[in-house]
């Protein structure tokens, strides 16, 4: 009787280590902050819908299910650490996001202090990536970059002597025009003039006056394509026919309708290059396009920001969310960096910006076209280009990983 009692605690323990060994490791969790309401909505939908297709090629590598969490902060700052401390509260491994630099800034705070990477595809600010926050990265360029690429076009290419430049008081808009100012100055060129406008005016006629009476060779934008939409429109309408130069916040489809082709036709913007130019790019932009239409401007970007986070958690196998757990995920993101594109920081080493001028017909969005190359990289061991390594991953995580 003692023998048999023994064999079957011996038999139940075995089936008890059985069970226990059958269960699912813990879903990953991965926060999604995109705006997903008015203007900005369709292009949120384009990143939820690439940070899906992220998901769905990188969850069989992990061997666990992938729980992707979606917020819209409202472009508040405040709403955005709303946002980011409900995403501690859920249990998250990590973030992508968020949209805007004023609001990544104050969620990067939260997440720093909770341990948890944070990813995102389209906050440009200087400032993200220099609060000494060790789990900040981005797969994206600063404006600092971004208006140095300007600035070289305006002053090498078009050769621009007097030069106005207006922004929309944002920190994206303020940074885009003060770092151009100083890139410009430093050639030598003239700055006319410094303007501000608010976000949501829409009547530049007088602005428009002022600028036509100072002559300027070369107008440059810091801001949004509303914004950049009504005043080329105007400036257009006055008569003035100096060249337009403005940053990746202007290069959409709305602008053109908001302005008019005729309007528009001639501008330059900066942007990474034409992911259509890229070879490991064109499976997802054709599996993007084919099933949800027009490939957005963030979706690459999206993808591979949800691509490296979970390499990273592939990498460091980390066995639940807690904040020393998820430490090695951010290790693991600092030391295996898309093969050394990223510096200490998370910043990309190299500039991923190049010059696009707005043409019916164009490669990227049927109306923006890229003229200028990808840029060299200056004493770095990066490859030729930043945007290169941030979309290695547009093959899946079947061709060459992040």
Avoid at 70 to 86: I, L, N, T
Avoid at 240 to 251: K, P, Q, T
Avoid at 261 to 289: K, M
Avoid at 381 to 396: I, N, V
């Amino acid at each position: 009787m003692h023998r048999l009692c023994g064999w079957l605690a011996c038999l139940l323990s075995l089936l008890a280590a059985g069970a226990a060994a059958a269960q699912p490791l813990p879903s990953v969790k991965l926060g999604l902050v995109v705006p997903m309401a008015g203007e900005a909505g369709r292009v949120g939908l384009s990143m939820r819908r690439a940070a899906e297709l992220a998901v769905e090629d990188w969850a069989p590598r992990l061997d666990r299910k992938v729980e992707l969490i979606v917020k819209d902060d409202g472009f508040e700052p405040r709403q955005a650490v709303s946002v980011a401390e409900k995403l501690v509260q859920d249990g998250v491994w990590g973030v992508v996001g968020h949209f805007y630099s004023s609001s990544s800034i104050p969620a990067s705070a939260v997440y720093f202090q909770a341990g948890i990477p944070q990813v995102t595809p389209t906050s440009t600010h200087p400032r993200l990536t220099s609060q000494g926050f060790d789990t900040v990265f981005r797969v994206t360029g600063r404006d600092d970059q971004q208006a140095l690429t300007a600035a070289e076009f305006i002053v090498g290419r078009l050769r621009a002597r007097r030069v106005a430049v207006v922004h929309d008081r944002t920190e994206y808009g303020r940074t885009l025009a003060e770092a151009l100012i100083r890139a410009v100055e430093r050639a030598g060129r003239r700055v006319v003039c410094a303007e501000e406008i608010a976000q949501g005016d829409k009547e530049f006629g007088p602005l428009a006056s002022r600028l036509k009476a100072l002559e300027p060779d070369a107008i440059y934008f810091g801001g949004i394509f509303r914004e950049g939409g009504y005043l080329i429109r105007q400036i257009r309408q006055a008569g003035l026919v100096a060249a337009f130069v403005s940053g990746d916040g202007v290069l959409d489809p709305e602008f053109v309708k908001i302005a008019s082709e005729d309007a528009v036709t001639g501008v330059y913007l900066t942007f990474a290059p034409d992911p259509r130019l890229l070879p490991t790019a064109r499976p997802l932009i054709r599996r993007f396009e084919d099933r949800y239409g027009t490939l957005g401007p963030y979706v690459l970007y999206t993808y591979d920001a949800v691509g490296v986070l979970l390499r990273a958690i592939q990498v460091a196998k980390p066995e639940d969310g807690t904040r020393e757990e998820l430490r090695r995920v951010v290790r693991v993101l600092h030391t295996r960096p898309y093969e050394g594109a990223w510096d200490k920081n998370g910043d990309l080493i190299a500039s991923p910006y190049v010059v696009y001028v707005a043409k019916k017909g164009g490669s990227l969005q049927g109306w923006f076209e890229q003229v200028t190359g990808i840029p060299e990289v200056r004493g770095a061991k990066a490859r030729p280009s930043g945007l290169r390594r941030s979309r290695p991953s547009a093959a899946g995580p079947e061709g060459r990983t992040p």
